[in-house]
């Protein structure tokens, strides 16, 4: 499929300040965006149209995971309190407080029963959404330095940690992979067939890692990330590898040749810190630190 | 009588078949549940203006909008304006004056009288009334008790008692008593017009009043005793004098006499007794059998046998006058015991011993009597032919050393100009001679027990193990880095105690005596004290061995000294945060910089998720016995544990052996054993334990069967 290359003309301004992530719902008919602003906006990306706008966090939003059933999403940010929210109603259906420090990353489970969230403290909790437990289920301590990602793939765990370590928690075998990657693990994405991991690292350098036995199966180069967190993630059923960068373009790689396929230009050489996939078609949106959402179609 | 209502007027019993009658009125139901709402509660006129404008403290002053009054204002009702309405002339009476003090006092003088009808009669004499007088109520009502009686059987006329034979035309006939007569006695039927109490008797002493006035003073004044003014009412005041002229003041305070005691009259009527107790008469017993017989005496008198009102006491007890003789040991339950019987060679006075050796004979005891009452002090008394003991006579006789005296006394030192002096103080021309010698305190007494002294510092050396010493000195830290001399001192100790020098070396450095003025020597104090430490140095400072020498440099010299930090090879010291910077001294991280990954940069421990965890994921809680190792680096834990369940598994086997199980389990378990230790793949979700296949046959009747004959492990 053809990849997304084509930027709206008018770029979803609804932020003020950078706006730190993005994210579809499972069906890819919202998307979700979250930033400095302390807003979370809910919106149409075939529009451009705001829908609904979600205000109570203190500090900045971090993160944002939406459930499977898109009834409900997860945010988490700089007042170390992790939010579920209902879509609809618009308003925190649980506030999960324990963390020291800011929460960097969350995310559901596949039955929205659990959620994971990582801190800057170093530590992941699993919270339990059924009952209301103040506490969270499990600690996990494991990590040196801050969680800056993590993703929940079935029934493992994968997070990354400034330590430069990418560990895997299976809870059906009940072991722990620890990878060393050598270097702070800004992001991470699991790939479709759950083989392999997508790691983004602070020397410009995105790694697809093995999983089964933490082997390096490519690298993908060209973009600048030294400094933030950039995420990364795959398109168009792991045919791409895109990632946003430093110097304001957002890259695509073809994930088996390793070449850059595309440099995209939309946030006006401004840092480019998430980029999020249509989960069915070729749809693309980016947020960067100048306050604007684009939205990428193949025409 | 109380008259039932008919059963017709109650509700009717047909309450559900149910026998309950209800009684009474039910209480309206819009009473109940009277707790209204305050906004319901709010006071309002009938205009709906609110009232009680600010905080209501009482009062209705604050009735009309916060003036005073009422609906028509300041303004009386009463009042008629005399321009329009001449309102008639109101003859004021003196109780338009008055406020509730002069009432209060008017009617202090009112008394109640009985009304005219009820009056017995006009005048205030005791009037003998008989039996009508009583019973008659109101003229023209005849009372209750007049009916009662009747009923009872009484006719009017007759008095009030139990039947009398009498004699009536000559025969016995049963009459009541007349009716002047009754036959109660001690009942009186007389008006009672004093305020004496229940059950007074006059014919009692006590019971009459006091002559005292007051007992204490303020007590309820005589009856009678206050006056009462006739001449009060209205228009009389305080102030007015009275015509009798004797000014009666109640208020008067009298001076006040201290010669009064309570109960004193009493007490001198009854021969000085106070108080009166009882004492059982077997206690009395008891105490007239001791010695103090005058007190019984008294006791027995029979003026004080009774108590005060004339009665005797109880049965059984008898009366002491408490402040008599005979009380005070009575009642305060003494014992008498007898004093300690004293053995009859007791000689009292004081002994002096001067020697313990000798026996006290009675021939001691005469000779000391002899001498005691010769001299008439008693301090140099143990010797017969005495003498004034001297100070030293005394020390010879008593033991005490003497050689630091040496037989000397102040006067030996004293030249005679002195002993004069104090002769003409004293007065004590009787002094002995003065020799005026020098003291032992000179340098020359000094200088012949130098040698000896020296001897004796040396002794007080402390001593160090000669070996100590020898690696004290080989130690290369010397301390008292500071102090060149105090080192060198320290070093000649230690080469004196390792034998390198004589230990009179140590002696240089004392101060020979006093006069000794040579810098760099020591008073023999300090000197003592600096060896001491020198003892406890030695302790301390020796050479450090193999590393830690490494670690310590002395900053002299450092250039002798290791600079070096040696480490083995297993010991990684480094926080995981220094990862970022990236050491290059361990391996995994160096074989992520090269971009080798996998089997070196890869570790796999194990981790135990929580039970709520799992249920959450919908995952079986994994078995963590069984743990595939790979990589390089195996952790300790995995290892551990296996050992462990190899342990408890061989355990297992021995239980299954002893318990006489077939061999076919013990052979499995083993199977599971190996299976477990072996290394292979475990599938995790598959528990080869439980999913076993039933145990053969004979497993079970071995285990449950019965036992033919074979034999059974008890």
Same mark, same amino acid.
């Given at each position: 499929?053809?990849?997304?290359?084509?930027?709206r003309?008018?770029?979803?301004?609804?932020?003020?300040?950078?706006?730190?992530?993005?994210?579809?719902?499972?069906?890819?008919?919202?998307?979700?965006?979250?930033?400095?602003?302390?807003?979370?906006?809910?919106?149409?990306?075939?529009?451009? +149209?705001?829908?609904?706008?979600?205000?109570?966090?203190?500090?900045?939003?971090?993160?944002?995971?939406?459930?499977?059933?898109?009834?409900?999403?997860?945010?988490?940010?700089?007042d170390?309190?992790?939010?579920?929210?209902d879509?609809t109603?618009?308003?925190?259906?649980?506030?999960?407080?324990?963390h020291?420090?800011?929460?960097?990353?969350?995310?559901?489970?596949?039955?929205?029963?659990?959620?994971?969230?990582?801190?800057?403290?170093?530590?992941?909790r699993?919270?339990?959404?059924k009952?209301?437990?103040?506490?969270?289920?499990?600690?996990?301590?494991?990590?040196?330095?801050?969680?800056?990602?993590?993703?929940?793939?079935?029934?493992?765990?994968i997070?990354?940690?400034?330590?430069?370590?990418?560990?895997?928690?299976?809870?059906?075998?009940?072991?722990?992979?620890?990878?060393?990657?050598?270097?702070?693990?800004?992001?991470?994405?699991?790939?479709?067939?759950?083989?392999?991991?997508?790691?983004?690292?602070?020397?410009?350098?995105?790694?697809?890692?093995?999983?089964?036995?933490g082997?390096?199966l490519?690298?993908f180069?060209?973009?600048?990330n030294?400094?933030?967190?950039?995420?990364?993630?795959?398109?168009?059923?792991?045919?791409y590898?895109?990632?946003?960068?430093?110097?304001?373009k957002?890259?695509?790689?073809?994930?088996?040749?390793?070449?850059?396929?595309?440099?995209? +230009?939309?946030?006006?050489?401004?840092?480019?810190?998430?980029?999020?996939?249509?989960p069915?078609?070729?749809?693309?949106?980016?947020?960067?630190?100048?306050?604007?959402?684009?939205?990428?179609?193949?025409? | 009588?109380?008259?039932?209502?008919?059963?017709?007027?109650?509700?009717?019993?047909?309450?559900?078949g149910?026998?309950?009658i209800?009684?009474?009125t039910?209480?309206?139901?819009?009473?109940?549940?009277?707790?209204a709402?305050?906004?319901?509660?709010?006071?309002?006129?009938?205009?709906?203006?609110?009232?009680?404008?600010?905080a209501?403290?009482?009062?209705?002053?604050?009735?009309?909008?916060?003036?005073?009054? #009422?609906?028509?204002?300041?303004t009386?009702?009463?009042?008629?304006?005399?321009? $329009?309405?001449?309102?008639?002339?109101?003859?004021?009476?003196?109780?338009?004056f008055?406020?509730?003090?002069?009432?209060?006092?008017?009617?202090?003088?009112?008394?109640?009288?009985?009304?005219?009808?009820?009056?017995?009669?006009?005048?205030?004499?005791?009037?003998?009334?008989?039996?009508?007088?009583?019973?008659?109520?109101?003229?023209?009502?005849?009372?209750?008790?007049?009916?009662?009686?009747?009923?009872?059987?009484?006719?009017?006329?007759?008095?009030?008692?139990?039947?009398? %034979?009498?004699?009536?035309?000559?025969?016995?006939v049963?009459?009541?008593?007349?009716?002047?007569?009754?036959?109660?006695?001690?009942?009186?039927?007389?008006?009672?017009?004093?305020?004496?109490?229940?059950?007074?008797?006059?014919?009692?002493?006590?019971?009459?009043? %006091?002559?005292?006035?007051?007992?204490?003073?303020?007590?309820?004044?005589?009856?009678?005793?206050?006056?009462?003014?006739?001449?009060?009412?209205?228009?009389?005041?305080?102030?007015?004098?009275?015509?009798?002229?004797?000014?009666?003041?109640?208020?008067?305070?009298?001076?006040?006499?201290?010669?009064?005691?309570?109960?004193?009259?009493?007490?001198?009527?009854?021969?000085?007794a106070?108080?009166?107790?009882?004492?059982s008469?077997?206690?009395?017993?008891?105490?007239?059998?001791?010695?103090?017989?005058?007190?019984?005496? $008294?006791?027995?008198?029979?003026?004080?046998?009774?108590?005060?009102?004339?009665?005797?006491?109880?049965?059984?007890?008898?009366?002491?006058?408490?402040?008599?003789?005979?009380? #005070?040991?009575?009642?305060?339950?003494?014992?008498?015991?007898?004093?300690?019987?004293?053995?009859?060679?007791?000689?009292?006075?004081?002994?002096?011993?001067?020697?313990?050796?000798?026996?006290?004979?009675?021939?001691?005891?005469?000779?000391f009597?002899?001498?005691?009452?010769s001299?008439?002090?008693?301090?140099?008394?143990?010797?017969?032919?005495?003498?004034?003991?001297?100070?030293?006579?005394? #020390?010879?006789?008593?033991?005490?050393?003497?050689?630091?005296?040496?037989?000397?006394?102040?006067f030996?030192?004293?030249?005679?100009?002195?002993?004069?002096?104090?002769?003409?103080?004293t007065?004590n021309?009787?002094?002995?001679?003065?020799?005026?010698?020098?003291?032992?305190?000179?340098?020359?007494?000094?200088? =012949?027990?130098g040698?000896?002294?020296?001897?004796?510092?040396?002794?007080?050396?402390?001593?160090?193990?000669k070996?100590?010493?020898?690696?004290?000195?080989?130690?290369?830290?010397?301390p008292?880095?500071?102090?060149?001399?105090?080192?060198?001192?320290?070093?000649?100790?230690l080469?004196?105690?390792?034998?390198?020098?004589?230990?009179?070396?140590?002696?240089?450095?004392?101060?020979?005596?006093?006069?000794? $003025?040579?810098?760099?020597?020591?008073?023999?104090?300090?000197?003592?004290?600096?060896?001491?430490?020198?003892?406890?140095?030695?302790?301390?400072?020796?050479?450090?061995?193999?590393?830690?020498?490494?670690?310590?440099?002395?900053?002299?010299?450092?250039?002798?000294?290791?600079?070096?930090?040696?480490?083995?090879?297993?010991?990684?010291?480094?926080?995981?945060?220094?990862?970022?910077?990236?050491?290059?001294?361990?391996?995994?991280?160096?074989?992520?910089?090269?971009?080798?990954?996998?089997?070196?940069?890869?570790?796999?421990?194990t981790?135990?998720?929580?039970?709520l965890?799992?249920?959450?994921?919908?995952?079986?809680?994994?078995?963590?016995?069984?743990?595939?190792?790979?990589?390089?680096?195996? =952790?300790?834990?995995?290892?551990?544990?296996?050992?462990?369940?190899?342990?408890?598994h061989?355990?297992?086997?021995?239980?299954?052996k002893?318990?006489?199980?077939?061999?076919?389990?013990?052979?499995?378990?083993?199977?599971?054993?190996?299976?477990?230790?072996?290394?292979?793949?475990?599938?995790?979700?598959?528990?080869?334990?439980?999913?076993?296949?039933k145990?053969?046959? =004979?497993?079970?009747?071995?285990?449950?069967g019965?036992?033919?004959?074979?034999?059974?492990?008890?």
């Amino acid at each position: 499929m053809p990849f997304p290359v084509y930027s709206r003309n008018a770029p979803l301004k609804e932020h003020v300040g950078p706006v730190h992530v993005v994210a579809y719902n499972t069906t890819g008919q919202y998307v979700l965006s979250g930033g400095q602003d302390r807003k979370i906006i809910l919106w149409n990306p075939n529009s451009s +149209k705001l829908v609904k706008s979600y205000i109570a966090h203190g500090y900045e939003v971090l993160d944002i995971a939406v459930s499977y059933d898109n009834s409900k999403f997860v945010s988490c940010g700089g007042d170390r309190t992790i939010y579920l929210w209902d879509v609809t109603s618009g308003s925190t259906t649980r506030r999960f407080s324990g963390h020291m420090s800011r929460v960097n990353t969350v995310d559901f489970n596949a039955d929205a029963s659990v959620i994971a969230s990582g801190s800057y403290d170093a530590k992941v909790r699993l919270w339990d959404t059924k009952s209301s437990s103040q506490r969270p289920i499990q600690l996990l301590e494991e990590a040196k330095d801050s969680i800056s990602t993590l993703q929940i793939v079935g029934s493992q765990i994968i997070t990354g940690s400034v330590d430069g370590y990418v560990r895997v928690y299976d809870l059906r075998m009940g072991q722990l992979f620890e990878d060393l990657i050598g270097c702070p693990v800004t992001s991470i994405k699991d790939s479709t067939d759950g083989a392999c991991v997508l790691v983004s690292t602070l020397d410009s350098t995105i790694r697809l890692m093995d999983k089964s036995n933490g082997t390096m199966l490519q690298s993908f180069k060209g973009h600048l990330n030294k400094e933030y967190r950039i995420r990364s993630c795959f398109g168009d059923n792991d045919v791409y590898v895109i990632s946003g960068s430093e110097d304001g373009k957002v890259y695509a790689w073809d994930m088996l040749s390793r070449r850059v396929v595309h440099e995209l +230009k939309g946030h006006g050489e401004k840092v480019i810190s998430c980029v999020a996939y249509h989960p069915k078609k070729p749809q693309m949106v980016s947020c960067g630190t100048d306050g604007s959402i684009q939205v990428w179609d193949c025409s | 009588m109380s008259r039932k209502r008919p059963l017709s007027t109650a509700q009717p019993a047909s309450t559900n078949g149910a026998d309950s009658i209800f009684l009474g009125t039910p209480i309206a139901d819009a009473d109940q549940n009277t707790f209204a709402p305050v906004w319901k509660q709010e006071a309002r006129d009938e205009r709906g203006r609110k009232r009680f404008h600010g905080a209501f403290t009482g009062g209705f002053s604050a009735g009309y909008f916060n003036t005073v009054g #009422s609906k028509d204002g300041w303004t009386p009702s009463t009042f008629k304006s005399s321009r $329009t309405e001449r309102a008639e002339k109101k003859a004021l009476r003196p109780e338009d004056f008055m406020d509730e003090e002069d009432f209060a006092e008017n009617r202090a003088d009112e008394r109640l009288v009985a009304a005219a009808p009820f009056s017995a009669s006009t005048s205030s004499k005791v009037v003998e009334a008989g039996v009508q007088d009583i019973l008659r109520g109101a003229p023209g009502v005849e009372s209750v008790g007049y009916e009662l009686l009747k009923k009872m059987g009484w006719k009017p006329g007759f008095g009030i008692g139990a039947l009398r %034979s009498q004699v009536v035309a000559g025969r016995k006939v049963m009459m009541p008593p007349r009716a002047d007569e009754t036959a109660m006695s001690g009942v009186r039927l007389t008006r009672k017009n004093n305020t004496h109490g229940l059950g007074y008797d006059s014919n009692v002493p006590s019971m009459r009043p %006091s002559d005292e006035t007051g007992g204490a003073r303020g007590a309820w004044p005589a009856p009678g005793s206050i006056s009462t003014r006739k001449n009060s009412g209205i228009g009389v005041g305080v102030v007015n004098e009275y015509d009798d002229g004797d000014e009666e003041d109640p208020y008067e305070i009298k001076p006040i006499a201290y010669d009064r005691v309570l109960g004193s009259k009493k007490q001198k009527a009854l021969g000085g007794a106070s108080k009166h107790t009882f004492v059982s008469k077997n206690k009395a017993k008891l105490f007239s059998a001791s010695s103090n017989s005058a007190a019984t005496s $008294t006791m027995t008198t029979s003026k004080l046998k009774r108590c005060h009102d004339g009665r005797l006491p109880i049965s059984g007890f008898v009366l002491v006058i408490t402040g008599s003789l005979a009380s #005070s040991s009575i009642l305060t339950n003494e014992k008498e015991y007898a004093p300690p019987s004293i053995p009859e060679t007791y000689i009292p006075g004081i002994l002096i011993m001067h020697d313990p050796k000798t026996l006290i004979t009675p021939e001691f005891i005469a000779d000391f009597e002899k001498s005691r009452k010769s001299t008439s002090s008693l301090r140099s008394s143990s010797v017969p032919h005495q003498e004034r003991l001297s100070a030293s006579e005394r #020390s010879r006789i008593l033991g005490s050393a003497q050689d630091h005296l040496q037989g000397k006394s102040v006067f030996d030192y004293m030249t005679p100009v002195q002993r004069e002096r104090l002769a003409k103080v004293t007065g004590n021309q009787q002094l002995p001679p003065a020799k005026s010698e020098v003291g032992p305190s000179s340098a020359q007494s000094e200088r =012949d027990s130098g040698e000896r002294n020296e001897a004796a510092l040396l002794e007080l050396v402390p001593t160090l193990d000669k070996h100590q010493a020898s690696t004290a000195l080989s130690a290369g830290f010397m301390p008292y880095a500071d102090d060149t001399e105090k080192r060198t001192r320290y070093i000649i100790y230690l080469e004196s105690q390792s034998g390198t020098r004589p230990a009179s070396d140590l002696l240089a450095f004392s101060k020979s005596g006093d006069s000794d $003025t040579t810098p760099g020597k020591l008073k023999v104090e300090d000197w003592m004290r600096e060896l001491k430490e020198f003892h406890k140095a030695a302790g301390l400072f020796r050479p450090l061995k193999g590393m830690l020498a490494n670690r310590f440099t002395s900053s002299a010299n450092a250039s002798t000294t290791k600079t070096s930090v040696v480490e083995d090879d297993n010991t990684v010291l480094f926080h995981g945060a220094d990862l970022k910077k990236g050491l290059p001294d361990r391996e995994d991280v160096s074989a992520a910089k090269m971009e080798m990954y996998g089997p070196l940069t890869r570790r796999v421990s194990t981790w135990a998720p929580s039970s709520l965890l799992c249920k959450r994921f919908g995952v079986r809680v994994p078995n963590m016995s069984a743990v595939d190792v790979s990589g390089a680096s195996a =952790d300790l834990k995995p290892s551990a544990r296996e050992r462990l369940e190899l342990l408890s598994h061989h355990k297992l086997l021995n239980i299954a052996k002893d318990a006489d199980v077939s061999e076919e389990v013990t052979k499995r378990l083993e199977v599971q054993n190996v299976n477990a230790g072996g290394g292979s793949k475990i599938n995790a979700e598959v528990n080869e334990a439980l999913e076993q296949t039933k145990a053969p046959r =004979d497993l079970f009747l071995a285990v449950f069967g019965d036992s033919d004959g074979e034999d059974e492990n008890v």
